[in-house]
Antibody, heavy 121, light 107 residues
Framework: EVQLVESGGGLVQPGGSLRLSCAASGFTFSSYEMNWVRQAPGKGLEWVSYISSSGSTIYYADSVKGRFTISRDNAKNSLYLQMNSLRAEDTAVYYC??????????????WGQGTLVTVSS | DIHMTQSPSSLSASVGDKVTITCRASQVIINSVAWYQQRPGKAPNLLVYATSRLHTGVPSRFTGAGSGTDYTLTIGSLEPDDFATYYCQQYFTYPYTFGQGTKLEIK
C-alpha cells in the first residue's frame, strides 16, 4: 500500500524557517517524481514544487522561488521542503504528492495526509 | 502560466442527480487534465487522469471528457459519498495549476 506521511509543520514567526519531511513507503520511492502542494485555510490547491526521481530536475512556483528548497534522500525514502523567510501567506496545509508514471505521468496519484504550517507572530 | 477556470464554484444537487463540472484552460493542454475529489479535512484523491481515464477503484459513474481547452467531469448518478469538493488540474506544463474548485452540496 502506498503511504506518504508528512511531518514538521507547526507555528513559526514571519521571517522564520521550517523543514517539512515526507516519509514514503509501499513503492519504489527512487523511481518516482514527487511534488509539494499546499492549501491555505478555506482555499483551493496550489502546486508548490517538483523534484525528479534522481533530484536532478527541480521546479518551483513563483510564489516560493528563492525561499523554498525541495530535496530528497532516496536511501531514506524521504522528501523534504526547506522553507525560509516565511510569510503569513505561506500559512497552509502542505501535502506531498507522488507524480504518476507512464500514462499517469503528471497527475498526482497519491497524496499524504498533510501537515499544517502557520506563520504568525 | 496556464490558468484553469472551473465552473460552477458551487453546486446543489440531490442523490441520483447527474451533474457536470467544467474546466477551461487558458491555452490548449492536449488532454493533460486530471480531476480530484476532496472531502473536508482530508487530502485530495485522484479520480480521473488524461482527461477520461479512471484511477484505480473509481466508480464508473464518474466520466471525464474534453479536448483542446475545454474539459468536463460528469457524475452520472450522485451517491451520498460524492458530496465533496472537486478540482481540475492541468499537467501539460509547469507550473501545474488547479481550478478554483467546485463544492458539491446536498440539496
Amino acid at each position: 500500500e502506498v503511504q506518504l506521511v508528512e511531518s514538521g509543520g507547526g507555528l513559526v514567526q514571519p521571517g522564520g524557517s521550517l523543514r517539512l519531511s515526507c516519509a514514503a513507503s509501499g513503492f519504489t520511492f527512487s523511481s518516482y517524481e514527487m511534488n509539494w502542494v499546499r492549501q491555505a485555510p478555506g482555499k483551493g490547491l496550489e502546486w508548490v514544487s517538483y523534484i525528479s526521481s534522481s533530484g536532478s530536475t527541480i521546479y518551483y512556483a513563483d510564489s516560493v522561488k528563492g525561499r523554498f528548497t525541495i530535496s530528497r534522500d532516496n536511501a531514506k525514502n524521504s522528501l523534504y521542503l526547506q522553507m525560509n523567510s516565511l510569510r503569513a501567506e505561506d500559512t497552509a496545509v502542505y501535502y506531498c504528492a507522488r507524480d504518476g508514471r507512464g500514462s499517469y505521468s503528471g497527475c498526482l496519484d497519491y497524496w499524504g495526509q498533510g501537515t499544517l504550517v502557520t506563520v504568525s507572530s | 502560466d496556464i490558468h484553469m477556470t472551473q465552473s460552477p464554484s458551487s453546486l446543489s444537487a440531490s442523490v441520483g442527480d447527474k451533474v457536470t463540472i467544467t474546466c477551461r484552460a487558458s491555452q490548449v493542454i492536449i488532454n493533460s487534465v486530471a480531476w480530484y475529489q476532496q472531502r473536508p479535512g482530508k487530502a485530495p484523491n485522484l479520480l480521473v487522469y488524461a482527461t477520461s481515464r479512471l484511477h484505480t477503484g473509481v466508480p464508473s459513474r464518474f466520466t471525464g471528457a474534453g479536448s483542446g481547452t475545454d474539459y468536463t467531469l460528469t457524475i452520472g448518478s450522485l451517491e451520498p459519498d460524492d458530496f465533496a469538493t472537486y478540482y481540475c488540474q492541468q499537467y501539460f506544463t509547469y507550473p501545474y495549476t488547479f481550478g478554483q474548485g467546485t463544492k458539491l452540496e446536498i440539496k
